[in-house]
């Protein structure tokens, strides 16, 4: 589990750094579009700073390497 957590927490920061070198880089909105909290409810109806977006998606890809590890550890 915490291999699947540092697997999360690692992409999603490359992901996150990726991106918003392309978007520098592009002037393509990636990057904010990786931030977007918009299909949730919920969050929608507040602006958050980009600090907070991006620790959401870091808690996201966390939450999803726990549980691609999770699984691989199922089907091995």
């Known amino acids: 589990m915490i291999k699947g957590a540092a697997a999360g927490l ?4 490359f992901l996150g750094l990726f991106l918003k070198v ?3 880089s592009t002037s393509e909105k990636v990057y904010t579009l990786l931030l977007n909290v918009d299909y ?3 969050l929608k109806r507040y602006q958050f700073s980009e600090l907070v ?4 998606h870091l808690i ?3 939450v999803l390497g726990i ?3 999770f699984v691989l550890r199922i089907k091995s």
């Open 60 to 62: 996201v890809s966390v």
């Open 40 to 42: 949730v409810p919920v």
């Open 22 to 24: 392309i978007e520098f």
């Open 10 to 13: 690692v992409s999603g920061v």
């Open 67 to 69: 549980g691609v590890s």
């Open 53 to 56: 977006e991006f620790v959401l």
